[in-house]
């Protein structure tokens, strides 16, 4: 079983509109959580960590559900700017802070 | 402006040739890191340097060549590649290595494509 999986979507969504996907992680000991960005050819970028009450910036809120071991990412009000493949991160386990990336979720908004 | 730069940012190399793959970080950082990676494919971890000494070579390919001089600057030294390893390679460096609530940071990375 892969670290970190991801649904590589497309997600084709209009201006406006909400989407949400999710990351399934494989270690029940991880502890940090995070969501990177990456435009198209660009190097990834923290979006945002992923906090185990929930977290939201501006349009976009994070959630961990450490039960079925899967964190979520939620875009209300979606933008053309918002297109980007969104990666997965967490960490190895219980102190071991190595992170492992998952393969990306592709977003698409269209006008 | 990125914290950490990488050139070339395109590099098209033949099977016999070498060259090397630059990136300095502007961070203060101390760990810095090589990154693969492949369309459609999670992040490889390939070396990680930490206050200059490798701490970890993943399974990496012996023509695939690191070194880290200082804590700001890293190289990975190619030569005699395969067309297989045409990919991303991005450099990032993180405050310590590994550490609990860092954040590792990228550079814009080297597109290589070998012919």
């Known amino acids: 079983r892969k670290e970190v999986e991801q649904d590589p979507g497309p997600f084709n969504v209009p201006e406006g509109a909400t989407v949400a996907f999710n990351c399934t992680y494989s270690?029940?000991?991880?502890?940090?959580f995070f969501w990177y960005r990456q435009d198209c050819r660009k190097e990834p970028k923290l979006l945002m960590s992923?906090?185990?009450s929930g977290n939201e910036d501006g349009r976009f809120t994070a959630q961990l559900n450490r039960a079925s071991q899967y964190i979520s990412l939620l875009i209300r009000d979606s933008k053309l700017s918002d297109s980007a493949t969104y990666l997965c991160?967490?960490?190895?386990?219980?102190?071991?802070?190595?992170?492992?990336f998952g393969a990306g979720t592709t977003v698409t908004v269209r006008a | 402006e990125t914290g950490v730069t990488q050139t070339p940012r395109h590099l098209v190399m033949g099977m016999t040739n070498k060259k090397s793959l630059k990136c300095e970080q502007h961070l203060g950082h101390n760990a810095m890191y090589w990154y693969k990676q492949s369309a459609k494919k999670p992040l490889e971890l390939m070396f990680v340097?930490?206050?200059?000494?490798?701490?970890e070579n993943n399974s990496v390919p012996s023509r695939f060549s690191p070194e880290c001089p200082n804590s700001s600057h890293l190289f990975l030294h190619l030569h005699t590649l395969q067309p297989e390893d045409s990919a991303l390679y991005l450099c990032a460096s993180s405050q310590e290595y590994w550490a609990g609530g860092n954040t590792i940071y990228f550079g814009e990375g080297s597109w290589l494509t070998v012919v």
């Open positions: 992923v906090y185990s």
């Open positions: 340097y930490s206050l200059e000494e490798r701490v």
């Open positions: 991160v967490v960490n190895s386990g219980a102190n071991d802070y190595k992170l492992s």
């Open positions: 270690n029940s000991a991880s502890q940090s």
